[in-house]
């Protein structure tokens, strides 16, 4: 996905379907059309790329909550992702696969 700033304005362009599909989720999950009462972003944690890659955001005002493992178990060690509220997990080789939303969370890498 590539991520471009204009002064305070920021654009997200997805460069693949997946990429597509959970920007559609973010943008339902943080939108309120009818009731006004649109969802920020705000940044947790620390972004240093030299340490890890990787940059979380917290949905404010979005319910959270504790992820429950299946039986399953992944053949793989990849990142899992729940496409309806976007929530994922990095599971390694053997390691139960979670649900979330009420269903299994699915590799994307």
């Keep these: 996905m590539r991520i471009n700033i204009d002064k305070n304005v920021v654009e997200f362009i997805p460069e693949n379907q997946q990429e597509t599909a959970s920007l559609e989720v973010l943008w339902r999950m943080v939108l309120d059309c009818a009731g006004g009462n ?3 972003l ?3 944690g620390e972004y240093v790329p030299q ?3 990787l940059a979380r955001f ?3 005002g979005a319910a959270g909550g504790k992820t429950v493992f299946s039986e399953m178990v992944s053949e793989a060690e990849c990142t899992y992702l729940c496409t309806i509220c976007n929530k994922y ?3 390694h080789v053997g390691q139960a696969i979670p649900y979330c ?5 699915e590799p994307v890498d």
């Design 101 to 105: 939303c009420g269903r299994l969370m």
């Design 51 to 53: 340490k890890e890659n």
């Design 42 to 44: 705000s940044p947790i």
């Design 58 to 60: 917290v949905i404010e």
């Design 38 to 40: 649109n969802k920020s």
């Design 89 to 91: 997990i990095h599971i």
